[in-house]
């Protein structure tokens, strides 16, 4: 077992100079008179350990701890302590301390830092910590921590303490009080301290702060199951809209086949209209040539005939009466037939101008027309670059399917010539078998009126089979589901049996600690009521500290204690111990003036009451 084997106190509060204190193996204990410095000794160890504040070392700070009666420095002073431990039972041979930036503080509170190099000290039976207070002659003050020679950190220093299950807010140290408040605690204080002493709990820390992480680590699952739900349903409708977008994809690739298509048919209606109006244009032409040839053969008709009319009024003028009846009629023929030539001039003029107007209408429209032709020339162009190569591939792909199903109908044409064949085989077979089935025909109607039965009573029965499939198919699957949980739930029983057995030995253990504990409990606490009683039966019949002065200090008048003046029978001797108590340990003098003397003695010695 871990236990202290030295404590050297260098000017700390009572102890001037150096004082090494031994402790050895087995009980040991420190007596003396009150003053006289036992206190000290355990606020030494708080203060070496940093286990209490200056409050819990009966010290308003830190500086109040220093002893500077013997200090040797006119600027400064200080006090050291030095813990010494035996860890030999610890079954290691090697302990790693490492250094951390030593801690200081001033008068004021204010804490600083100074960096030292981290090193390495190996250590074996005996395990040395040390505390040094330097105080200023200005008041201000520092604070170090050794670890077997290396300056270390209180939080160092804790964490070693904890690896030797020496706790701050342990029991290791039982201070003035302590007992009495133990033994007028309720069984639930008791028990935490049993706890504490036992180390279990340490154990129940360490439980709840797994417990804990446990539902931390439970909350964030629940977390991420909801965001894993919200993710399945992302997931489900980016499913949707993928399907959808296939099938956008799929629509606009037939629009775009079918927009090529178009173009290509706009193309060949356009070229076809082209053609005509280049047919209507040309045998425009042709007919204005024709028009103009007969407008031309007209008008030197008209001059003929107009040369004939001069020459006819210029005869008639040196003709006769009778010669101008007969040319005035000859002349009115003529006019007759100018007339009509006139009139069929006009109305040739009135279709060539016609001819004029649908020609120009024509070009108009042969222009739009070339005009058309180009955009459709460059589509043409791109079509026969792009699209017309696609549908060529295409084709080619076609005509190879084509010729894969002309070869697949060739192979089946064979062998339907071969199965026709064999057909005509079978019908002669069919035609002599035919004759042999008839007697069997009434056999057959009479087999076949059985299967219309049959087959009335199997449509009936369908749907009753088909719902007692369904509903069989629905009981397996819940079938199915509950094996699933079935199994589940016995492997969570499996576990949850495991636990409680682990939790029923745990408990059996921790049951039979504690009984063991309350037994060792009450033996100590019969062994201390032991020990107080004779501890105040010894102090009664001896005295304290104070009495015995008075007794040794040869005062006349003096005539001792009431438990060594006081005789009784012995029937009567616990019942004066009880009714005197505390007043068996005054001091009998014969007067008041030799009690104010003894009294005077004391507070000049300073030894108490």
Known sequence: MVHIKRIELTNFKSFGGTTAIPFLPGFTV?????????????????????????????????????????????????????????????????????????????????????????????????WTVSRRLRVTKGGNYSSTYYINGETATA??????????????????VVLQ??????????????????????????????????????????????????????????LERLAADKIQAEKYQKLRAQIQEKQQWEIVLKWQAVQQQFNRITAQFQQGEQENA???????????????????????NA????????????????????????????????????????HQASLSQTNQELSQYQQQFLQLTQEKSHFESHTLPQLQRERDEVKATIEQLR???????????????????????????????????????????RQEQLTKIIADSTPRLTATETELTQKETEAAQLSGLVSGMEQHIQA????????????SLLQETQNRLLAEQRDKQRQLDKLEATKQAQSEVQGTYATQMILQSDLPGVCGLVAQLGQVDPRYQ????????????????????????????????????
């Open 315 to 354: 005869q008639v003028k040196a003709l006769g009466e009778e010669e101008q009846l007969s040319v005035a009629a000859q002349l009115a023929t003529q006019q007759a037939q100018r007339q009509q030539l006139e009139q069929r001039y006009q109305s040739l003029e009135k279709s060539a101008k016609q």
């Open 177 to 234: 009080g302590d007992v009495t408040r133990i033994i007028t605690m309720n069984s639930k204080e008791r028990r935490e301290i049993i706890d504490e002493l036992a180390g279990v709990a340490e154990f129940d820390r360490k439980i709840e702060k797994t417990k804990e992480t446990l539902e931390e680590v439970r909350e964030r699952e629940e977390r991420y199951r909801i965001i894993e739900t919200e993710l399945a349903r992302s």
């Open 496 to 507: 949850i049996a495991q636990q409680l057995s682990d939790s029923e030995t745990d408990r």
């Open 574 to 609: 616990l019942a004066l111990e009880i009714a005197a108590g505390a007043r068996l340990g005054y001091v009998v003098v014969e007067d008041d003036g030799i009690a104010a003397a003894g009294i005077e003695l004391l507070k000049h010695a300073k030894a108490g009451r």
């Open 30 to 126: 420190v007596s003396g008179p009150n003053g006289s410095g036992k206190s000290n000794i355990l606020d030494a160890i708080l203060f070496c350990l940093g286990l209490a504040s200056s409050k819990g070392m009966r010290a308003e700070r830190l500086p109040d701890l220093v002893n500077h009666t013997h200090s040797t420095s006119r600027n400064s002073s200080e006090a050291s302590v030095s813990v010494t431990f035996d860890i030999s039972d610890l079954g290691q041979d090697e302990t790693k301390v490492t250094s951390e930036p030593e801690s200081t503080a001033n008068s004021n509170g204010h804490h600083a830092t100074t960096e030292s190099e981290a090193k390495q000290v190996v250590i074996s039976r005996e």
């Open 155 to 172: 939080t160092e220093l804790h964490e070693e303490l904890n690896r030797l299950r020496i706790y701050p807010e342990g029991y290791n």
């Open 290 to 312: 024709q028009l103009t040839a007969s407008l031309s053969q007209l008008n030197q008709q008209i001059d003929e005939t107009r040369q004939q009319f001069d020459q006819l």
């Open 407 to 449: 070869e697949q109908s060739q192979a089946i044409a064979s062998a339907s010539e071969a199965w026709v064949q064999e057909q005509t085989a079978l019908s002669r077979k069919i035609s002599n078998l035919q004759e042999s089935l008839t007697p069997q025909r009434t056999e057959q109607a009479q087999l076949r009126e």
